[in-house]
């Protein structure tokens, strides 16, 4: 069974960190992109980071530039994804995925497994 399960969401104050995990279970990473998503209630899914399988390459979003930082241990087959100075406006459902294709993506339809989500809630 392939799984993708993320863990680390929680509560935390405006200005607070956390540290988002993604374990791959039933599939490795292999050399495929990793990514980070969010949805918040009401609004579609969007992209937040990307990493190659090196880690040598990534990608965020405008909005989490320069506060967070996605990396990767293949031989853990675990993602993170450390979120640091968080917003309330980063207050969503943060999944983790892996793509079809080795290049960097924001597309979610490029994107072929996906975790169940963790919930990150930032208060003000």
């Known amino acids: 069974q392939v799984q993708l399960v993320e863990s680390g969401g929680g509560l935390v104050q405006a200005g607070g960190s956390l540290r988002l995990s993604c374990v791959a279970s039933g599939l490795t990473f292999g050399l495929n992109c990793m990514g980070w998503f969010r949805q918040a209630p009401g609004r579609e899914r969007e992209f937040v980071a990307a990493i190659t399988w090196t880690g040598g390459s990534t990608l965020y979003a405008d909005s989490v530039k320069g506060r967070f930082t996605v990396s990767r241990d293949n031989a853990k087959n675990t993602m993170y994804l450390q979120m640091n100075s968080l917003k309330p406006e980063d207050t969503a459902v943060y999944y983790c995925?892996?793509?079809?294709?080795?290049?960097?993506?924001?597309?979610?339809?490029?994107?072929?497994?996906w975790g169940q989500g963790t919930q990150v809630t930032v208060s003000s």
């Open positions: 995925a892996r793509a079809s294709a080795r290049v960097l993506t924001t597309r979610p339809h490029e994107y072929n497994y």
